[in-house]
């Protein structure tokens, strides 16, 4: 962890992205200052150089650059990454017979540790200041305490939800037991990481697992509940209207629905009426085949997020860009399928932008997290506006999300202490992460690609059955050109 800092810091000659007080909308301060004293946002000027200081502030120059709040990641599954590039062409049926089911037999504790650290180390390396972790690397006490710990370790700001599934070997009642014992013992210097819980038996758990559940985080005032919502032929359908016939929808607690792909006019009135948030994973339901027919037309409650981790990178850039060209698309198809030409580009940049930041906040009820207001926490962004790929730039929105990378991203700070700092990561010992996370990852993809694949036939989770999709071809002749997959170690 980096060095204790000083009690200010002033990002000094930047263009700052903010929001304003009284819309969901952005505005931009050139050559301005952002002051942040401990952990909060104390002072906005429209001066890169403004007076009355407190004593001893550190001035860091962020002459021609970019400032943004921290992106907030509103699902992911971060224990995963030490099976990256493994799954480049799979789907749904295939992900879900392999992991997180098939990985059990394959993690030990110190696994589950150095991928979700290596994990988060890398979200924060791209700009991700808050992380919703859907963690269901919940197969004993051991590695259930592995994720939680890396999560404390890395310096991110971590809302870490134990997903509750029962297993014959580690069952249910066993894993509310050890929850409780683990929230009520977790060391909390920083508060950077809140246990929550993640669920999604609300379809096909016994009536009396599901009311203990919902009494677990009440007794425990939990925060943050998450589930997956697929409905359609996925099944899996934990919708609005369901939680909210257990009670759990209108109450203090935040309900992020991942994908929400079935979503209707039902759930989306319910959204609303409770203020809960659904969490669209571009990459991954365009990868996988879900796809997301409707969210577009829920976006004031939508955020982002990763998913698979270790199939995409983990930063929201791509996520944002991703969803803001998918819903262009989609939407210029129906003026088009009318034999009109568009005349206007029916989704902006600052929306998607919106939708990585400050949606993420407040999908978790933290209107602190994703802004950059007076009294927010200091979770900042620093982009180098003269890399290569960023000359030029007038509009810091536009600039951000259509053309920046993670390489452009100079400085990185949660909670007001520089996590990236000069375009490295201030983690203590990061060297030895590294070796340990590259160990780790060498003896679970040997393993991984050692076992055997998984038989798809019948019917998803009982419900539709399977079919092909046809394949694109980019070779001539006979076969598509699809090729191999490159994953064995020699």
């Known amino acids: 962890m980096s060095a204790t800092p000083p009690s200010s810091v002033l990002l000094s000659g930047g263009t700052i992205i903010v929001c304003t007080e009284d819309a969901d909308s952005l505005d931009v301060i050139r050559d301005g200052a952002v002051l942040v004293t401990g952990d909060r946002i104390a002072g906005i000027y429209d001066t890169a150089h403004p007076s009355n200081l407190p004593a001893g502030t550190e001035v860091v120059d962020c002459t021609n650059k970019i400032i943004t709040p921290g992106f907030v990641d509103t699902h992911r599954h971060g224990w995963q990454t030490g099976l990256k590039t493994l799954a480049s062409n799979t789907t749904m049926p295939d992900y879900v017979n392999r992991y997180p089911y098939g990985s059990a037999a394959l993690y030990t504790a110190e696994d589950v540790y150095i991928g979700q650290l290596a994990g988060l180390l890398e979200a924060l390396n791209a700009g991700v200041t808050t992380t919703l972790d859907h963690a269901h690397h919940i197969w004993s006490k051991e590695t259930t305490k592995a994720g939680l710990q890396a999560s404390i370790d890395s310096g991110a700001r ?98 992020v629905f991942s994908h929400a792909t079935g979503i209707n006019t039902t759930d989306s009135l319910l959204l609303r009426e409770t203020n809960q948030y659904i969490s669209i994973t571009p990459e991954s339901e365009m990868h996988c085949g879900i796809n997301h027919p409707n969210g577009h037309l829920i976006q004031d409650q939508a955020a982002l997020g990763v998913d698979i981790f270790l199939t995409f990178s983990t930063d929201m850039l791509t996520q944002a860009r991703i969803w803001l060209q998918r819903t262009r698309a989609r939407m210029f198809d129906q003026t088009l399928k009318k034999w009109l030409i568009p005349v206007n580009n029916p989704m902006s940049v600052n929306q998607a932008f919106l939708m990585a930041t400050r949606h993420g906040g407040l999908a978790l009820r933290r209107p602190d997290l994703g802004v950059i207001r007076v009294g927010a926490k200091a979770d900042l962004v620093v982009f180098d506006g003269r890399s290569p790929g960023m000359l030029g730039w007038v509009d810091p929105v536009a600039a951000v999300i259509l053309h920046a990378n993670v390489g452009d991203i100079e400085h990185v700070l949660v909670d007001g202490r520089f996590r990236k700092r000069d375009r490295k990561l201030t983690f203590e010992g990061y060297g030895a992460v590294v070796d340990r996370f590259l160990a780790s990852a060498a003896k679970l993809q040997k393993a991984a690609v050692e076992t055997p694949d998984p038989v798809i036939e019948g019917r998803f989770w009982g419900g539709c059955g399977y079919g092909r999709a046809d394949e694109v071809n980019i070779s001539r002749g006979p076969g598509t050109g699809y090729g191999k997959q490159f994953v064995h170690r020699h």
């Open 158 to 255: 971590v809302y870490w939800n134990h997903a509750f599934t029962g297993t014959p070997t580690y069952p249910f009642s066993e894993q509310v037991a050890n929850f409780k014992e683990m929230a009520r013992t977790m060391p909390k210097p920083d508060k950077l990481t809140t246990m929550g819980v993640a669920y999604d038996g609300w379809t096909f758990a016994p009536a009396e697992e599901i009311q203990e559940l919902i009494g677990l985080t009440k007794e425990l005032k939990i925060p943050v509940l998450t589930t997956h919502y697929l409905g359609g032929p996925w099944m899996a359908d934990n919708s609005p209207e369901l939680l909210h016939r257990h009670g759990v929808l209108d109450t203090d607690m935040a309900v």
